[in-house]
């Protein structure tokens, strides 16, 4: 197949090499052509628009940090929704809101292609091994079209339900990820001023039954100030953001998830927006009245 990426970040650079990899022809674009270095060097082509890369294109994936970048990619110059052709499927794989994806598959209906939101979860490492976990909501005929290509990007592609779906399914999820994250971060807070071994705490946690990838993984990457991005906190704020506007269209509470964005926020606020979600723990340490320990990776 012939598939255009637009937005070639940390996620859009893995599914493009996954999709180099199992030898379809990938076209990209991205706002900072410096950044689709990665995927150009697997052997897909640069382009000079969205409108560009996807021509010819039978499937195009979206893969952009916020709703004004997915608008841009879409209404602005050499923008996709004025270059849609009929029959073309095009699947925003970005966190977005349900409103926002069932706004833009009337639009893009309007021209005869297929729309679908299919974000996911994971992150680097998954999108580099092909093994994103990938929520889609569609219409019947836009699963069919786009679930062979989910397929081939994903440990798993699951159709939640029509147009909005998926993006409801991702920020649900989004929300628990959230949650789990700030509250390990003050366990560990608290376990450091107890002057416990993270380690050997970690070790305990990963035989129990609330034992999860996160915990270790995160637990351990926490305890040793290593915030190597996988997930920018700032991509967390918008996230919790999104979880927070979504819940409130439909009368649910989420006082957690609300807690957890505004922890984020501060953290931001103090200059780790740049640094990995996890760097929330950062401020858990501070608002514990322990000075993170100098010297150790991503604690600057």
Same mark, same amino acid.
Request: overall charge negative.
């Given at each position: 197949m012939k598939i255009a990426i637009i937005g070639t970040g940390v996620l859009g650079t893995g599914v493009g090499l996954t999709l180099r990899g199992k030898g379809h022809e990938v076209r990209c674009w991205n706002r900072t052509p410096a950044n689709a270095e990665a995927?150009?060097?697997?052997?897909?082509?640069?382009? $000079?628009?969205? @409108?560009?890369?996807?021509? &010819?294109?039978?499937?195009?994936?979206?893969?952009?940090?916020?709703?004004?970048?997915?608008?841009?990619? *879409?209404?602005?110059?050499?923008?996709?929704?004025? $270059? =849609?052709?009929?029959?073309?499927?095009?699947? !925003?794989?970005?966190?977005?809101?349900?409103?926002?994806?069932r706004d833009l598959a009337g639009r893009f209906a309007e021209a005869g292609a297929l729309f679908v939101d299919a974000p996911v979860h994971g992150s680097r490492a998954e999108a580099h091994a092909g093994?994103?976990?990938?929520? @889609?909501?569609?219409?019947?005929?836009?699963?069919?079209?786009?679930?062979?290509? *989910?397929?081939?990007?994903?440990?798993? @592609?699951?159709?939640?339900?029509?147009?909005? =779906?998926?993006?409801?399914?991702?920020?649900? /999820?989004?929300? +628990?990820?959230?949650?789990?994250?700030?509250? *390990?971060?003050?366990?560990?807070? +608290? $376990?450091?001023?107890?002057?416990? !071994?993270?380690?050997?705490?970690? !070790?305990?946690?990963?035989?129990? !039954?609330?034992?999860?990838?996160?915990?270790? /993984?995160?637990?351990? $990457?926490?305890?040793? &100030?290593?915030?190597d991005v996988s997930f920018h906190l700032r991509t967390m704020v918008k996230d919790t953001e999104l979880i927070r506007n979504h819940a409130e269209s439909l009368g649910v509470p989420v006082m957690l998830s609300n807690t957890v964005h505004e922890l984020n926020k501060v953290a931001q606020n103090l200059g780790w927006g740049e640094l990995n979600a996890t760097a929330i723990f950062k401020l858990c340490e501070l608002m514990a009245g322990i000075a993170p320990a100098p010297g150790a990776a991503g604690r600057a």
């Open positions: 995927v150009l060097q697997g052997g897909a082509t640069l382009h $000079a628009t969205p @409108a560009e890369a996807a021509e &010819g294109c039978s499937h195009v994936i979206l893969l952009v940090w916020n709703e004004e970048a997915l608008r841009t990619v *879409l209404e602005g110059e050499g923008g996709l929704l004025a $270059a =849609a052709q009929p029959g073309q499927v095009f699947i !925003d794989m970005s966190t977005q809101l349900p409103a926002t994806a093994g994103l976990w990938i929520m @889609a909501g569609a219409s019947a005929e836009g699963w069919a079209a786009a679930e062979p290509l *989910l397929q081939a990007v994903g440990a798993s @592609a699951r159709h939640m339900g029509e147009v909005g =779906a998926g993006c409801a399914a991702k920020l649900c /999820g989004n929300h +628990l990820v959230s949650t789990i994250v700030a509250a *390990l971060a003050e366990s560990l807070a +608290l $376990a450091r001023k107890s002057g416990l !071994d993270g380690h050997q705490l970690v !070790d305990v946690w990963s035989e129990s !039954d609330f034992r999860s990838p996160i915990v270790e /993984g995160a637990g351990r $990457a926490m305890w040793d &100030g290593d915030f």
